[in-house]
Structures are given as C-alpha cells and as structure tokens.
C-alpha cells in the first residue's frame, strides 16, 4: 500500500493550524441582487445563487459561522441594500 499515494489512501494531504492576528483582515460574506435572486459572493469571488433572500442569508451566515469556528478568524456577512450600499448584518469574532 505504500505505492498508493496518502491522499488516495484517505489520509490528510496537508495540515493546518490556525493562527491568530489581530490584525487579520475579516473574511466576508456579501449577499447581492442578481438575476430575480441573490448571489452570494465570498471575499469578492461568486459562489452560489438563490432564488430567494431569506435561503440565501441563511447559507451565508452558516459558513461565516462555521469558518470562524475552525479558523478563528474573523468573518462578517453583508447584504447589498436598494442603494446597492453594502450593509453588515452579522460578525463573528
């Protein structure tokens, strides 16, 4: 088994450990008007797409929870207002 490689194997490929910097950057979570729906971006890059806000702010506030959790590392989750004004509506650390 030592010719399988460990990743096949079902073993960890890399290890992490968290770090904590005050001064790290909050990884955010944006939620904006698209297409009758809403998209949810995560630190600027698409990821899903919900055809209704209330599902949609439900997933962005579970993984801004869950990556804070692991990570300790701060995250927040903001909603696009009518003014197209972004608009924080949960942090976490």
């Known amino acids: 088994m030592e010719s399988v490689p460990r ?4 073993e960890a490929r890399y ?4 770090v ?5 950057e909050r ?3 944006m ?3 698209s297409y009758e729906g809403w998209k949810l971006m995560d630190d600027g890059k698409p990821v899903l797409w919900f055809p209704e806000k209330a599902a949609a702010l439900e997933v962005a506030n579970l993984i801004a929870e869950a990556r ?5 590392r701060p995250t927040g ?3 696009e207002d009518e003014d197209r004004l972004p608009k924080r ?3 976490y650390g």
């Open 7 to 10: 990743s096949i194997r079902g």
């Open 15 to 18: 290890r992490f450990a968290a």
């Open 20 to 24: 904590v910097d005050p001064a790290m």
């Open 27 to 29: 990884s955010l979570l």
């Open 31 to 33: 939620l904006s008007p």
């Open 68 to 72: 804070h959790a692991f990570s300790d």
């Open 77 to 79: 989750v903001e909603v």
């Open 89 to 91: 509506v949960a942090s």
